[in-house]
C-alpha cells in the first residue's frame, strides 16, 4: 500500500505528459463553466429581494437548474460514446439516432419541469416554508422558465458534439462542463423572468393548466414512441432516475434554504455558490462519462471493482479540481470586489471555495463510480443514469458541504 502511495506523484506526473491535451481541454472547459457559473452567481445575489419576496422559490432554483443540466448532460454522455464508436451523425431527422436523442430530451425536460413544480411545492408545504408561492407559480415557474434553456442548451451540446468530433476531442472531458454551464447560466435568469408571471388573478392559473396539459402530453408522448424506439428506451429509463435527481436535488434546495441567513448576509457566498456546485457537477460528470466510455469499449471490468484501472481518471479529475476551485475562490473574490459584495477577505474566499468544491467531488465521485458500475452490470446505460444522479448528489452534496464549510468558517 505505501510503495502504491509512494508511486502516485509519479503517476501523476505521467498523466500530465499522456494526457496533456485532455488537461487543457478539461480546465479550459471548467474555466468557461466558472466563468457562466459566476454569471449565474451575480445574478442570484443582485435577487435577494425576489428570493425574499418569494418563500419557497429556492427550493426550486438548483433542482429546476440541475435538471437541464441533467437531461442535456446525459445527452452529451451519449453522444460522447456515439462519437467514441463512430456512430455519430448530424441529422435533422427524428428517426435517426441523434434525432431521437434530441426528441428525448426536450420531451424529459418539459415533462421534468412540471413534475418539479408540482414536487417544489410538496417540500415546501411538507418542510413548512412560511407563506410560500402556491402551486400555480411553482408550476408556472418551473415550466415557462424551463422554455429558452431548452432550446440554447440544446443547440449548445449539438454545436460541443458537433465541433468535438470533428477536431477530435474527447466529448468526455469537455462537453459536462459547458453543458453544465450553459444549463446554469441560462436556466436561472430565466426562472427569475418567469417570475413575473406569477401572482396574477387569471393569467397565473391559466398558464399553469397550459403548462400541465403540455407536460403531461410530452411525458404520455415520450413514454407511447414505439415508432421511435431509442426514444421511448431512453424516456423511460431516464424518467424515474431524473425524477429522482430532481428530488435530491430539491433537498439541495432546502439545505439552502436552511442556509439562507450567511447566504443574505454575505452576498459573496450567493455569488460563489452556483458556480461551485456547477463546477463539483461538471467533475463528477467528467469522471461518470469517462467511465461510461470505457465500460462500453471493455477497457474495465464491471465485475471488478478496482480502482488500478481507473485510477489515471480519479488522478485527472483532482488535478482539474484544484487548479480550478483555487482559481474560482480568487476569481469569486475579484468580482465580489467590483460588485461591492464585501465582508470576506480573499483569503477567506478561496479557502471556501478549495474545501468545499474539493469535499463535494469527493463525495460525488463515490456516486459517480457506483453508479456506472451498478448501471452497466444490471444491463443499463450508463450514460443514461451516471449524469442524472450524480449532478442530483452533486446539487445536494455540493450544498451540504458548502454550508458546513461556512460552519466550520463560523459565518452561519
Request: proline share 4%; charged share 10%.
Amino acid at each position: 500500500m505505501q510503495y502504491r502511495l509512494r508511486r502516485l506523484p509519479a503517476r501523476f506526473i505521467a498523466l500530465l505528459r499522456a494526457d496533456a491535451s485532455g488537461v487543457r481541454a478539461g480546465f479550459v472547459a471548467l474555466v468557461v463553466s466558472s466563468i457562466t457559473g459566476l454569471v449565474a452567481g451575480v445574478i442570484l445575489a443582485n435577487n435577494t429581494d425576489t428570493l425574499e419576496r418569494r418563500p419557497g422559490l429556492l427550493l426550486l432554483v438548483p433542482a429546476a437548474v440541475g435538471m437541464r443540466g441533467n437531461v442535456f448532460g446525459a445527452l452529451s454522455s451519449r453522444l460522447g460514446t456515439a462519437v467514441h464508436m463512430g456512430t455519430f451523425r448530424i441529422s435533422k431527422r427524428l428517426d435517426t439516432d441523434v434525432g431521437q436523442n434530441l426528441g428525448a430530451s426536450v420531451l424529459l425536460s418539459v415533462s421534468l419541469s412540471l413534475i418539479l413544480g408540482v414536487a417544489a411545492k410538496g417540500f415546501a408545504v411538507v418542510f413548512g416554508v412560511a407563506n410560500a408561492i402556491s402551486l400555480s407559480d411553482f408550476i408556472v415557474v418551473s415550466v415557462v422558465g424551463g422554455l429558452i434553456p431548452i432550446a440554447v442548451v440544446m443547440a449548445i451540446t449539438i454545436g460541443v458534439s458537433a465541433l468535438s468530433a470533428r477536431r477530435g476531442w474527447d466529448l468526455d472531458n469537455v462537453a459536462a462542463p459547458i453543458v453544465t454551464a450553459a444549463a446554469d447560466s441560462i436556466t436561472l435568469p430565466s426562472l427569475i423572468l418567469a417570475t413575473v408571471l406569477i401572482g396574477r388573478s387569471w393569467v397565473t392559473p391559466m398558464l399553469a393548466i397550459a403548462s400541465t396539459v403540455v407536460g403531461v402530453a410530452a411525458l404520455l408522448g415520450g413514454l407511447r414512441a414505439r415508432r421511435y424506439p431509442l426514444l421511448q428506451r431512453i424516456v423511460q429509463e431516464s424518467t424515474p432516475v431524473l425524477v429522482l435527481s430532481g428530488l435530491i436535488s430539491l433537498l439541495a434546495g432546502k439545505v439552502e434554504q436552511a442556509g439562507l441567513e450567511p447566504l443574505l448576509k454575505y452576498e459573496i457566498l450567493l455569488l460563489l455558490l452556483p458556480p461551485l456546485l456547477s463546477i463539483s457537477g461538471s467533475l463528477a460528470g467528467i469522471f461518470s462519462c469517462r467511465l461510461g466510455s470505457k465500460l462500453h469499449l471493455g477497457m474495465v471490468d464491471p465485475r471488478r471493482r478496482s480502482l488500478s484501472a481507473i485510477l489515471d481518471d480519479i488522478l485527472f479529475v483532482y488535478l482539474l479540481a484544484l487548479s480550478i476551485f483555487m482559481l474560482l475562490g480568487a476569481t469569486t473574490a475579484v468580482v465580489g470586489m467590483q460588485f461591492q459584495f464585501e465582508g470576506l477577505s480573499v483569503i477567506v474566499v478561496v479557502a471556501i471555495s478549495l474545501l468545499a468544491g474539493l469535499l463535494a467531488t469527493t463525495f460525488t465521485n463515490v456516486v459517480a463510480y457506483f453508479t456506472a458500475f451498478a448501471t452497466y452490470r444490471y444491463s443499463l446505460d450508463p450514460d443514461n443514469f451516471g449524469i442524472p444522479i450524480t449532478a442530483a448528489f452533486s446539487d445536494f452534496l455540493g450544498a451540504v458541504s458548502f454550508v458546513l464549510v461556512i460552519t466550520l468558517f463560523q459565518l452561519s
